[in-house]
């Protein structure tokens, strides 16, 4: 029973996996018939601007949520990486434009900041044994604390350009070419960047044993443990994938926006959480896909530059993000009571 629980994470793994093929191209068709309506329903749409709108918003967005993947694979969740991603940005960027050190150090302490976040909330989860909701919840209101105590409030900015000092980062995610007589044109080199990540990640959580471990803790925590796999050393794993991949977010949103404000990053968890079930992540764990999350994630920045398009206003997001989240779960709970 052990072999094979671990080479297949649950007896109806078969039929998980087409649920997640399926739910990737459900993902994938809502967003591009998201995006169509959106292109039909406004001319003011229909512009290059609205597209790199949609693009930048996506980076952090696909990071957040594909840390968030592995997390929700166990049966997890996260709460603060919301928070943890405006705090590691702000501290980040505190590091260079306040304290003068060099932009190679700042982004490598954005991410340690975020991992180090993610240290605990794997700790208090895998090892303390707290519930996830409430070890992160925890750290989310320290994370958003600590920014706010550290900043005293006041924004910080990142490089407002690639030429400036410390800037070349930016160039990882967009690169502006001049043209005579025209604006500047932005080319998004964070989508080949994305696309290279989302292969590499969809690779570890499908094809290794990190991965394999992962959603055989979501799938049958109990029978895991019984087959002798170290379940909370791999539980602990997921949350420092996703701590990397929240300090990774910190980073393309700076590089991206380069001001960050105190308390920044709230509610961001929302979308990243949002997409990633849309994709066909299981929120009872166990069934999880890498490139649905990116699907996800980028109906949800589609929506986000949509609607201000047909005349409606922040707060119709957020009604609809609910409303999407609740639809994909009830087909999730649906579709696994068949099983």
């Known amino acids: 029973m052990g072999n094979n629980s671990l080479k297949n994470p649950t007896k109806k793994g078969g039929r998980l996996g087409g649920l997640a093929k399926s739910q990737q191209f459900i993902a994938f068709a809502a967003m591009i018939v998201l995006y169509l309506a959106f292109f039909l329903a406004a001319k003011s749409f229909r512009t290059v601007n609205v597209l790199t709108l949609i693009l930048n918003s996506s980076y952090y967005l696909a990071f957040l949520g594909i840390g968030v993947t592995f997390v929700i694979a166990t049966g997890g969740i996260d709460l603060s990486l919301g ?9 980040g960027g505190r590091l260079y434009s306040v304290n003068g050190f060099p932009m190679w150090v700042a982004i490598l302490f954005t991410i340690l900041i975020a991992v180090l976040f993610n240290v605990l909330n794997g700790f208090l989860v895998a090892y303390i044994g707290l519930p996830a909701f409430v070890a992160t919840l925890g750290t989310q209101m320290m994370a958003s604390g600590f920014g706010q105590i550290v900043s005293k409030l006041q ?57 394999r471990y992962i959603l055989s803790l979501g799938s049958n925590y109990e029978a895991t443990r019984l087959s002798g796999v170290n379940v909370r050393k791999y539980q602990f794993y997921a949350y420092l994938i996703n701590g990397v991949f929240v300090g990774l977010a910190a980073v393309a949103y700076a590089a991206i926006y380069t001001s960050i404000t105190a308390g920044f990053g709230a509610g961001q968890e929302t979308n990243a959480i949002a997409g990633a079930v849309i994709g066909g992540t299981s929120l009872a764990g166990g ?47 649906r579709r696994n009571r068949k099983k």
């Open 83 to 91: 928070t943890v991603m405006g705090c590691a940005a702000l501290l």
């Open 155 to 211: 924004k910080t900015n990142w490089p407002s350009t690639a030429s400036d000092a410390g800037g070349s980062f930016k160039n990882a995610f967009q690169i502006q070419v001049a043209r005579e007589g025209s604006t500047n044109m932005n080319i998004p080199t964070g989508l080949v960047l994305l696309f290279i990540v989302v292969i590499i990640m969809s690779i570890i959580l499908t094809k290794t044993k990190v991965g």
């Open 287 to 333: 069934v999880a896909s890498i490139w649905g999350t990116l699907f996800g994630v980028i109906m949800m920045s589609v929506l986000k530059a949509g609607l201000p398009k047909i005349g409606l206003q922040s707060q119709w997001q957020l009604f609809l993000t609910g409303l999407i989240i609740i639809i994909a779960v009830i087909i999730d709970v």
